[in-house]
């Protein structure tokens, strides 16, 4: 394996006691760098030629990555790309243009410059938008990668109030990102809500407000023609076995939540008022 290979497989930037370590000696390196396969990030710190970002900037100030900047590394579900890096400094101060978190007390990742899962958790209870901290949380415990009442066990006090009432809206089985958003704002909402219903004719639906509305959240793969098709038979379906039906894009549910809880309300308003049974 040359050079650039290992650095790769390191998300492009190590240290060079770990180059050493893996059978790279002084001379591979002095010539890496001299050909420009690699760079000197800092003394003691090289990566791959523009691939250095977040993790390169953390390895220059000896810091750990974290919150939401770490979510790539555990694959966690994110809303936002952050333009600001999170950074875990230790006793040091952070960079200009980060944000600053606390220090990490459990295991840090093994080998990159990221902080370990269960403190990447907590700063982002402690640190983002509750939504924005609720998704990353989800993919984490329905991975099953750390439990809530861990998680729960580690978040004691009145500060941490606003960290566990996250944990209060985690659901045990999500499909997708939509799917924790929506339940989330309806719930604030205080509507009735169960999931993945079964309803004869149709299947599994993703809610089922107060016992007369079913709510679909679509991803990208509902844009498909074959899937058009298949969800216009459910619809169909939904309107056939007595249920009213609204279905909800990406756009909907991350960028106009209070529009579409507006929608579900306005429909059940006319439900109560009995307008959809009016000849």
Not at 9 to 23: C, K, M, N, P
Not at 58 to 66: G, V
């Amino acid at each position: 394996m040359n050079m650039e290979t290992f650095l790769g497989l390191r998300a492009g930037v190590t240290r060079t006691s770990t180059l050493r370590g893996a059978g790279f000696s002084r001379a591979h390196l002095n010539k890496a760098v001299s050909a420009g396969r690699i760079v000197r990030i800092r003394r003691g710190v090289y990566g791959l030629p523009r691939e250095g970002g977040a993790l390169g900037l953390a390895l220059q100030h000896n810091a750990l990555l974290t919150c939401l900047s770490a979510a790539p590394t555990y694959r966690l579900w994110t809303l936002n790309d952050t333009t600001s890096v999170h950074l875990s400094p230790g006793h040091k101060r952070a960079p200009a243009g980060t944000v600053a978190h606390g220090r990490c007390p459990h295991p840090r990742h093994p080998w990159l410059p990221v902080a370990g899962l269960v403190d990447v958790l907590i700063h982002a209870l402690r640190c983002l938008p509750e939504a924005e901290a609720l998704v990353m949380l989800q993919s984490a415990t329905q991975r099953g990668d750390v439990t809530v009442e861990f998680l729960r066990r580690k978040l004691p006090g009145n500060r941490n109030a606003r960290a566990r009432a996250v944990l209060d809206s985690l659901i045990p089985r999500a499909d997708s990102i939509l799917e924790v958003l929506a339940n989330y704002h309806f719930r604030r909402a205080g509507l009735h809500v169960r999931r993945h219903v079964e309803l004869p004719g149709v299947g599994e639906v993703d809610f089922l407000i107060e016992e007369c509305l079913v709510v679909e959240t679509d991803g990208e793969t509902h844009l498909e023609p074959r899937q058009v098709k298949k969800d216009r038979k459910r619809n169909n379906a939904t309107l056939i076995g007595g249920h009213l039906g609204l279905r909800f894009g990406y756009d909907d549910v991350v960028h106009h939540p209070e529009r579409m809880v507006a929608e579900v309300l306005a429909v059940l308003e006319q439900f109560r008022s009995g307008a959809f049974r009016r000849r």
